[in-house]
């Protein structure tokens, strides 16, 4: 499973006419958290929220919604500090450690990637090889997934209260999901 966000935007002036005549009413925009099947790429839950609201607080709602047992999630660096949540459920969490990160010298997925990292020489070079050997590189199907949400619907919701912006992002989930089961149908 792979864990990410987004933001959508929700009403403000389009990019052009604020290019050509400045500065416009601030804009508005809401986080779409999913959590995404690496191998069918089907969206399992999702989560809308503001966008003030941190990546890390939705971890727990995402992993609650989600049916059947899950061994391992990918998830960028704004999950780090969900590990022991991770832990607790018997989840392997592959969240590559900060940059300046350090060894605590306890026996975690944590202190393993920096040590892996470490052999492998440190910098981007090693991190980015952590990422081929761990699998950690199928991260980027939630990216893809996002992106394939917003040629297909835009980046802009339509709805300009809450309750129905959560409403259409869920809607748009299922409606990526069900062209996930044509395009597997055909394959």
């Not at 832990?87 to 944590?110: F, H, Q, T």
């Not at 040590?115 to 020489?121: T, Y």
């Not at 209260?161 to 992002?169: A, G, P, S, T």
């Amino acid at each position: 499973m792979i864990l990410d966000a987004s933001g959508l935007k929700v009403y403000g002036e389009g990019e052009w006419k604020r290019k050509i005549h400045g500065r416009g009413r601030p804009r508005k925009w809401v986080k779409l958290h999913i959590a995404i099947d690496k191998d069918i790429q089907d969206i399992l839950a999702n989560i809308t929220t503001t966008s003030n609201t941190a990546d890390i607080t939705q971890t727990k709602p995402l992993l609650d919604e989600i049916r059947g047992k899950t061994k391992i999630v990918l998830a960028d660096g704004a999950y780090d500090g969900e590990r022991k949540e991770f832990e607790k459920r018997g989840i392997k969490g592959l969240v590559p450690p900060s940059r300046n990160a350090k060894y605590r010298k306890s026996d975690n997925e944590r202190d393993r990637a920096i040590l892996e990292i470490q052999g492998l020489g440190g910098g981007e070079r090693a991190r980015s090889l952590w990422g081929k050997l761990t699998g950690y590189n199928y991260r980027v199907l939630a990216e893809t997934a996002f992106s394939r949400m917003k040629r297909l619907f835009g980046e802009r919701l339509f709805s300009r209260k809450f309750d129905k912006q959560q409403i259409e992002n869920m809607l748009r989930c299922q409606l990526i999901n069900k062209i996930n089961t044509f395009d597997n149908v055909e394959n």
